[in-house]
């Protein structure tokens, strides 16, 4: 009975679904600050002024 107990705690089973919805919400929560901060004026500009020099 303790073996048959001990078997079914350590199993995985319905963790999938939890785990891609921690992963999912991490990763949409890095696109958005990433969105945040490439739209910001700084970046913007210093992105425009290494491609600026990249062309000349």
Do not use: C, H, P, W
């Not at 089973?13 to 990763?27: D, F, R, S, W």
């Not at 949409?28 to 491609?51: C, D, E, H, W, Y």
């Amino acid at each position: 009975m303790l073996r048959k107990l001990t078997a079914r705690l350590r199993g995985d089973a319905g963790m999938n679904t939890a785990e891609y919805a921690v992963g999912t919400l991490a990763a949409v929560a890095f696109a958005g600050i990433l969105l945040k901060v490439l739209t910001s004026g700084r970046v913007q500009a210093a992105l425009a002024s290494v491609i600026d020099r990249a062309l000349s």
